[in-house]
């Protein structure tokens, strides 16, 4: 068995070849990306506004926020639904209470595609966030292009210049950033950039184990307005009880709601609602 570490290194070695069949068109993408203007804003569907105020006593009894994501695969799960339809999978999502929506769009690992976000976008009203491996500007405007209004940053997966340019690019573009860490050394870097939405995966990237104590050691790292977002591993309004105390904003959950028949009432047990 292969470690996530070798996989991931796998995994950047594709996305390499597939910016090689993006950069041609290049100038198309950039251009068509600074016309957009319909953008949901993924910050405030999280919280965002409220870091805007003085936060009061009891701050962080509310409920989470939940970024749910249509997920037909993963490298470690394998298949998680036979029979997909990301369409009804979204509107499922929005009508149980969702406050964003993750949609895989690499084809290869986790058997998704760009244009799922195109098409989800056309019945749901809530943000989208363009989960894939993002190591190329080109991928930005691509994202732009087809729907996106976030994007996935893996600061494990990129150099620190690299990161600072891309997040500079999302910037530029209006997109907000999910930016991702795994460790402490990842989530300093991260501090060290405009970042303001930083995700703690709870899963560890060499071995698949995943612990939410990631979440409650890495939480204690994160200052002032920034969001913070709690993913992998999340099942049960137990396993958000313990995130909302140690001080998430939300939490990004695929498997749990997409092997639920009821959504609602498991986005409700999520929710703390």
């Known amino acids: 068995m292969k470690t996530f570490g070798n996989k991931l290194d796998e995994i950047i070695a594709d996305k390499r070849i597939e910016v090689e069949a993006l950069l041609p068109r290049l100038d198309e993408l950039k251009g068509a990306a600074r016309e957009r203007e319909d953008f949901r804003s993924f910050f405030t569907a999280l919280g965002g506004t409220l870091r805007d105020q003085e936060l009061g006593e009891g701050y962080g009894t509310n409920e989470l926020a939940v970024i749910a994501e249509v997920k037909k695969a993963s490298p470690s799960a394998g298949i ?35 244009s799922y976000l195109t098409e989800i976008r056309e019945v749901v009203d809530l943000p989208l966030l363009r989960k894939d491996f993002i190591i190329h500007e080109s991928q930005i405007y691509e994202a732009v292009v087809s729907g996106a209004d976030a994007i996935l940053l893996i600061v494990g997966a990129l150099e620190q210049e690299e990161l600072v340019h891309l997040l500079d690019v999302a910037n530029q573009c209006q997109l907000d950033v999910l930016t991702e860490v795994h460790d402490l050394e990842e989530m300093e870097r991260a501090l060290e950039t405009e970042a303001n939405i930083i995700g703690v995966n709870n899963r560890n990237l060499r071995t698949f184990e995943v612990d939410l104590g990631t979440t409650e050691s890495l939480s204690e790292e994160v200052t002032g307005e920034c969001i913070l977002v709690s993913e992998s591993g999340i099942y049960t309004g137990e396993d958000t009880a313990k995130i909302r105390m140690w001080g998430a904003d939300a939490i990004l959950v695929g498997e749990a709601l997409m092997r639920s028949e009821d959504k609602s009432a498991r986005m409700a047990e999520l929710k703390g609602s």
């Open 80 to 114: 998680i639904a036979e029979d997909f339809d990301h369409i009804a999978i979204a509107k499922a999502y929005e009508e149980a209470g969702a406050n964003a929506l993750s949609i895989l769009t690499d084809e290869k690992y986790f058997k998704g595609h760009l």
